[in-house]
T-cell receptor, first 113, second 111 residues
């Protein structure tokens, strides 16, 4: 089954404790991205990757890091989480940004206290 | 900053009516537009894409695009309670590397 998986689905952590949210897709897609969703603000892109070892900043990259060492995986790293990073995070993949369909993962709800 | 604007709603329509959702975008270079449906607590799912001026129909859904007015809309005919969700409008930026989402319009279809 074609899918994007994210782990963990729910995470409560404390300020400053490094964390990683994993994202994996099994469709051999080149394009992957991370979004955060906050009430009233919609989906905002954090980082995207056009292919292995090619990543670039989206609209809200501050406080986040990513890596793309393998085509299927695109982890999101919060080196020192802060309460303003409490949000719902989605990973997505597609053949390209203009591909007719972007596949979204199930989401990760992060709370930073 | 390239933007996609939507009325947050809620848009309330009776069952069987036509729901009309609207979206405007600021990037004149945008060529590809999408409508996603998102149920509460779930991930967005693509329901329509449109690339050319005019109308595109798919079942009960019709997407409309007017590039001169920088306006995209989604019509849902014969609205059902199961259509109650948040609808996100998205545009691919002129640089073709990013998808810009609107904040979404919440639709409520009441029996």
């Amino acid at each position: 089954e074609a899918q994007v998986t994210q782990n963990p689905r729910y995470l409560i952590t404390v300020t400053g404790k490094k964390l990683t949210v994993t994202c994996s897709q099994n469709m051999n897609h080149e394009y992957m991205s991370w979004y955060r969703q906050d009430p009233g603000l919609g989906l905002r892109q954090i980082y995207y990757s056009m292919n292995v070892e090619v990543t670039d900043k989206g609209d809200v990259p501050e406080g986040y890091k990513v890596s793309r060492k393998e085509k299927r995986n695109f982890p999101l790293i919060l080196e020192s989480p802060s309460p303003n990073q409490t949000s719902l995070y989605f990973c997505a993949s597609s053949l390209s940004p203009t591909e007719i369909r972007q596949y979204f993962g199930p989401g990760t709800r992060l709370t930073v206290t | 900053q390239k933007e996609v604007e939507q009325n947050s709603g809620p848009l309330s329509v009776p069952e069987g009516a036509i729901a009309s959702l609207n979206c405007t975008y600021s990037d004149r270079g945008s060529q590809s537009f999408f409508w996603y449906r998102q149920y509460s607590g779930k991930s967005p799912e693509l329901i329509m894409s449109i690339y050319s001026n005019g109308d595109k129909e798919d079942g009960r859904f019709t997407a409309q695009l007017n590039k001169a007015s920088q306006y995209v809309s989604l019509l849902i005919r014969d609205s059902q309670p199961s259509d109650s969700a948040t609808y996100l409008c998205a545009a691919v930026s002129g640089g073709y590397n990013k998808l810009i989402f609107g904040a979404g319009t919440r639709l409520a279809v009441h029996p």
